[in-house]
């Protein structure tokens, strides 16, 4: 990448790049009073760090750590259009993603139906060769990686969530590398560590609610709040539920993007926002000049 | 130290990028790449140390002496510049995520194109974004309400 943009020819020392980690040279960054802001996307403990440190040279700080987005599924909701729409929610980027809808809040009244239409929606996830391009789901970043979403699914089975499709260890033909199974968990409460902790893979946790009061309160009860989906057919009844939700993005039934919506969030997924004015806003300091 | 002559598939990645240059690292760890599809090492990157880093800070703060005071439409010339650095290798960047840390191409391809596009939306962005406002201050109000000279109000 940065062989690419060497070639645009900027004015020395506007872009520099230093390869290495985050407590040694990130840490520096943070320290050096020559720096006036630091704007990082990584995890919630390394971004309180930055904060913390950050204080003693009063450095400005956006951060983006990470989500644990909902995807509410309304009473009117057509499955065979919402639920693959879920699913590359769930499973973008293997799961490895800050913004990835790892939650599933479906009505109660309709449980058997979604259940349904996950299975028959499944094999259109396929998990494979990262260079195939029907290949849906990739390998992990990692063995660490690995073992961690390992670790997360053995505690969604012992916490007594049922596994509708996926589960421990390497999927069939995929035994060497960092490959999982996209793992779909139902009857989940919220409360269970599955349904609250970042897992950064392609595990979904499905919620039953039996209101949509309920639904909304599920979804902001999350110490994150990223990104959310509201998935239904009556758009009024989803634009009303998509602006009680504490999360800096909110779509409308389908993953999508837009270059100069911000990007951020509310409560630990982070302080600033990115893209557009927004992000140009938070590299931005106000002076007044009164005569 | 591991090196990079074991293996002739190995891409070794020794140095930084500071002041417009391509600089060997000062500090000295050395971390594998490693591809996730079989957990071969792929790569072995330098990693820089706190010496580097305060090498890259004295570049961007030289640098901001003259930059800082570049106008909208100089800063715009950049990001399009950028754009088209970062435009004519699509095809490389996309191939490094896939290799790198097995994202899948479809999704990779967007990444990339949605990066690249990220320079174009921020010069789009900065021509709309208004860097001064003004608005009338009413003397007359504050005539009304002072009873000493604004200067020694403001302390």
Known sequence: ?291 | MKTATSNAEIKTLTSHYIDGSFVESHGREVMDIVKPTNGQVIGRVTLGDEEDTKRAIAAAKSAFATFGRSTKEERAKILRRLHEAASARVDDLTSAMVEEYGGIVQFAGLLVQSGIGAFLAAEQALQDLPLTRSWDSRPEYWSRRCTRPISRRVS
């Not at chain 1, 995807?71 to 973008?92: E, R």
């Open chain 1, 1 to 291: 990448m940065v062989e690419a943009l060497h070639e645009a020819d900027l004015p020395k020392g506007l872009l520099n790049v230093v390869t290495g980690r985050g407590n040694v040279v990130g840490a520096e960054l943070v320290r050096n009073p020559a720096v006036a802001k630091i704007s990082f996307t990584g995890s919630v403990g390394v971004g309180k760090s930055i904060m913390r440190d950050g204080a003693e040279t009063m450095k400005r700080v956006t951060l983006e750590p990470g989500g644990k987005s909902p995807t509410i599924l309304l009473d009117d909701a057509v499955l065979d259009q919402a639920i693959p729409s879920a699913l590359v929610m769930a499973f973008m980027n293997s799961g490895q993603a800050c913004a990835a809808g790892t939650r599933l809040l479906a009505p109660k009244s309709r449980f058997d139906q979604v259940k349904r239409a996950i299975l028959n929606a499944m094999p259109s996830f396929p998990v494979g060769d990262p260079a195939d391009p029907k290949t849906a789901v990739g390998p992990m970043v990692s063995q660490k990686q690995y073992d961690q979403i390992q670790s997360y699914i053995r505690k969604g089975i012992e916490q007594g969530a049922e596994l509708l499709v996926g589960g421990e260890g390497h999927p069939e033909g995929f035994e060497t590398g960092y490959f999982v199974k996209p793992t779909v968990f139902v009857n989940v409460k919220n409360d269970m560590t599955i349904a609250q902790e970042e897992i950064f893979g392609p595990v979904l946790s499905v919620i039953s609610y039996d209101f949509e009061e309920e639904a909304i309160q599920i979804a902001n009860d999350s110490k994150y709040g990223l990104h959310a989906a509201v998935l239904g057919t009556d758009l009024a009844r989803a634009r009303r539920v998509a602006t009680q939700i504490r999360a800096g993005r909110v779509v409308i039934n389908n993953m999508t993007d837009d270059p100069q919506a911000p990007w951020g969030g509310f409560k630990y997924s982070g302080i600033g926002r990115e893209y557009g004015r927004y992000g140009i806003e938070a590299f931005l300091k106000t002076r007044a000049i009164l005569e």
